[in-house]
């Protein structure tokens, strides 16, 4: 844990009682502050007051003796409307500040000569982070990964020489996160998204510039442009920056040529890594995550040698392009992540065989953005409520079957493929829809689809495919 010894002697309020609240509250409390914290849900409050943290409705609370107010990322800031305690605070004068606020200020407050690596975007985020995190500690480096990828960042091991943090950062988080200033700030893409919460592509733009403009260094994805409008105005500023691009050479930073990596310096270009062969890291989208991973551990005083070793034996987040077995030549990836068409696209664009499983509860727009990937589809089975929006969206563009489930869809395409007769055939899970229709979550249909798969016979397993390494 890490101890908030900057809110010492001081009363803070706390709103936000999940798992990520209770352990920023009892952070709080071990650097000497006191705590008064509420949450909307009653069965929240009655865990954090097991858990030995003082609850108080704040509605009845006097606000004016709180130095600070502790806000859950996931409790409406500014959208659609602020949330009730936001009001409460603004009221009081009292400062509204997230649990990343309170590891920067500890981080500071520490002067310890660690290394802090930042990352953020709309796409791409928990990849880039966890392939970073992998880096550091492959080259045998002290390494605390958190944040927005699933673990509280209050409950890391505090600040030490040569302690390095990865830390992933939704825009909530950095809303939160007034004085945040890694040493390497990553800024992977902006499209529209969480406009329910941030009001406009603009104001969304705003937040995710604040994580970069306050770093060291400033790595920027400069593909679409938005970032790359963010990266001219920082370098105009003074800022170091460091461009990165999936697509096009870039004069100074990092750029792919497909598989193959480039380094720039002055309209220089040297090859320094490729992806080729390294299945984990499969598509366009991936070579920028690489980039990204490569120009921030490069900043963080890593070697090329070491970076390259990183590189080559990423086993890959699960449910993300996660690659479970093989039979034969068949190759079986799990996708779950990929709820909706959008986040569908990357996989499909990565392989040019596909058994494509589909399917579970249908959003808007289903999957006619794909039309694109259709002539990659050697065939499709659709899963779940979806199926027969799926079927009229393919028509005879691409043969299917209506399977229902996934263990019969793994089943059915398994034996197809086997008869495929190609390279490299893939049965490939990404559902383009949610899962809440046969599942209670991605995470669940993904180890479904990774058993269903691993029962088969012949199959073997890929490192890492049974989710608990990644």
Request: aromatic share 6%; net charge negative; charged share 20%.
């Amino acid at each position: 844990m890490i101890a908030a010894h900057s809110m010492k002697g001081k009363i803070v309020a706390l709103f936000g009682l999940g798992g990520s609240g209770i352990a920023t509250a009892r952070a709080i409390l071990a650097g000497g502050a006191e705590v008064v914290a509420w949450d909307d849900n009653p069965e929240s409050v009655l865990r954090a007051r097991s858990a030995g943290v003082p609850t108080l409705d704040l509605r009845q609370a006097d606000w004016k003796q709180f130095s600070s107010f502790v806000l859950s990322p996931g409790v409406p800031l500014t959208h659609p409307r602020p949330h009730w305690t936001v009001d409460l605070a603004r009221a009081a004068g009292v400062e509204i500040i997230g649990d990343i606020e309170l590891f920067v200020r500890e981080r500071n407050l520490a002067a310890k000569a660690d290394a802090f690596i930042a990352i953020t975007g709309t796409n791409g985020k928990s990849t880039t982070t966890a392939l970073i995190a992998h880096i550091i500690r492959n080259a045998g480096r002290d390494m605390q990964l958190g944040g927005n990828i699933g673990t509280a960042v209050m409950t890391l091991e505090p600040p030490a020489d040569g302690r390095f943090y990865v830390v992933e950062c939704s825009s909530y988080q950095i809303d939160l996160a007034p004085s945040l200033n890694p040493t390497a700030g990553i800024l992977l893409n902006l499209t529209p998204d969480h406009l329910d919460r941030h009001g406009t592509m603009q104001h969304y733009a705003e937040i995710k510039e604040r994580l970069v403009a306050g770093s060291d260094t400033a790595i920027i994805g400069v593909d679409d442009s938005y970032c790359a409008a963010i990266a001219d105005r920082l370098e105009r500023a003074g800022k170091r920056v460091e461009r990165i691009s999936k697509r096009m050479p870039v004069r100074n930073g990092f750029f792919a040529d497909g598989a193959d990596l480039f380094e720039a310096r002055d309209g220089e270009a040297r090859l320094i890594a490729s992806l080729t062969g390294i299945g984990s890291l499969r598509g366009e989208h991936n070579a920028q995550n690489a980039l990204a991973a490569i120009a921030a551990c490069r900043t963080a005083g890593l070697s090329e040698e070491e970076i390259g070793q990183g590189l080559a034996t990423f086993p890959g987040l699960a449910h993300r392009m996660e690659q479970v077995g093989r039979i034969g030549p068949t190759l079986f990836v799990n996708d779950s992540k990929a709820t909706n068409a959008e986040a569908a696209a990357p996989a499909l664009s990565s392989f040019s065989r596909i058994y494509w499983i589909a399917g579970g509860l249908p959003k808007e727009g289903g999957i006619s953005s794909l039309s694109g990937f259709f002539p990659r589809i050697v065939k499709a089975y659709l899963v779940g409520e979806a199926a027969p929006q799926f079927a009229a969206a393919l028509g005879d563009a691409v043969p299917f079957e209506i399977s229902g489930t996934v263990a019969s869809a793994v089943a059915h395409a398994a034996a197809d493929a086997a008869r495929d007769g190609s390279q490299e055939p893939v049965v490939l899970l990404s559902p383009a829809c949610a899962s809440f229709d046969q599942f209670q979550n991605f995470e669940k249909r993904g180890e479904a689809f990774r058993a269903a798969v691993l029962a088969l016979e012949g199959a073997s397993p890929i490192g890492g495919s049974d989710g608990k390494s990644h």
